[in-house]
């Protein structure tokens, strides 16, 4: 439940809740969120979206993999749970459950079939991972999660998943709540974790890839030279109004490290670009660094900070200790410079 505190102490009154139906949202509004910033909504290990239901698929909303090649079927539903839903999800647990590396590797390039450089799913996971050596094969796909994502859980859906959980079947519920207030619209999230106890922190540190791998050159430059974060097209520029006032944002050069640094501003900006509008998402950083001519490359961020990071992504968020580290040794290599 959500409410709001009044004036005079001790006061307080329930803030009424609403459906994403009320918003004239579609499940594939939900899924579009979720499969595009995954790692915000499940903290059990960085996932990796390989899949999303096609209309007319009969098929799980979302399939993901972690580090160890697991699958995760999600289920994804505008309205509370029930256990049709769990019953449903475990039926792509048959469908898919069996399904090969080749398989998988045929849903991935379908899901980035947009992508510009087209890459194989066993190099991409360990890409995506920072794996010493790709996973073997054989690896992918030996365990299954099933996750359920709903408007609540009913008590018939809780009694079935403690009931699947004793039995050694790891699925469990990742449960939303939508609320209007005045004008604007809210959705909070329990996020998952095998850890029952383990409270998910708000993210104030952040990578933004500068984009320097795609065919205009021009994206990276202008985050260097204009003192911004920015992203582009569509799936990609939305991330960045995740970014809010003095958040800390670190401008990430493929093969090259860590090569900007400054403070977001909390204002988005939507600019157009070659008539496609609202092409690019920005926010401006104060306090810029500018570290293009000594960067922080991968590796030393892995040793200055002991956390491994998936710099595939557009933007990813970062560990408050890891964040601090990393600050400190920008401070440092500035003031040397």
């Not at 090649?69 to 459950?97: H, M």
Request: net charge negative; glycine share 6%; aromatic share 10%.
């Amino acid at each position: 439940m959500l409410y709001k505190l009044n004036e005079e102490v001790s006061g307080y009154e329930m803030v009424k809740q609403s459906k994403l139906e009320d918003f004239k949202w579609k499940e594939k509004d939900l899924e579009n969120i979720i499969a595009n910033n995954i790692e915000d909504f499940i903290n059990t290990e960085e996932l990796m979206t390989i899949f999303t239901e096609k209309k007319g698929q009969k098929a799980p909303d979302i399939m993901a993999l972690d580090k160890n090649g697991d699958l995760y079927i999600l289920e994804l539903k505008r309205v509370k749970g029930t256990d049709d839903t769990l019953l449903q999800v475990l039926g792509y647990g048959q469908q898919f459950g069996n399904s090969c590396y080749d398989n998988l590797n045929a849903h991935y390039q379908e899901y980035t079939k947009d992508n510009e450089e087209k890459t194989e799913l066993i190099e991409a996971h360990q890409r995506n991972f920072n794996l010493d050596t790709p996973l073997d094969k054989d690896s992918f796909n030996t365990q299954q999660h099933f996750l359920i994502v709903t408007n609540g859980v009913d008590d018939k859906a809780k009694n079935a998943i403690n009931y699947w959980r004793k039995t050694g079947l790891n699925i469990d519920a990742i449960t939303y709540f939508v609320y209007q207030i005045g004008d604007e619209k809210f959705i909070e999230f329990t996020g998952y974790s095998k850890d029952k106890n383990k409270i998910q922190p708000e993210n104030k540190y952040y990578i933004v890839n500068t984009d320097i791998r795609s065919k205009n050159k021009q994206h990276h430059v202008d985050m260097i030279e204009k003192h911004k974060a920015a992203a582009y097209n569509d799936g990609f520029k939305e991330k960045i109004s995740k970014l809010k006032a003095n958040d800390t944002v670190f401008l990430y050069e493929s093969k090259k490290g860590i090569v900007g640094y400054g403070i977001a501003d909390g204002i988005l900006n939507k600019v157009d670009e070659n008539g496609k509008k609202e092409f690019e998402y920005n926010m401006n950083l104060n306090e810029f660094i500018n570290l293009s001519d000594n960067p922080i490359s991968a590796k030393e961020m892995k040793t200055i900070t002991d956390h491994v990071f998936v710099l595939m992504q557009t933007m990813l968020s970062v560990p408050e200790k890891a964040g601090e580290k990393l600050v400190e040794e920008i401070k440092r290599r500035y003031k040397k410079s």
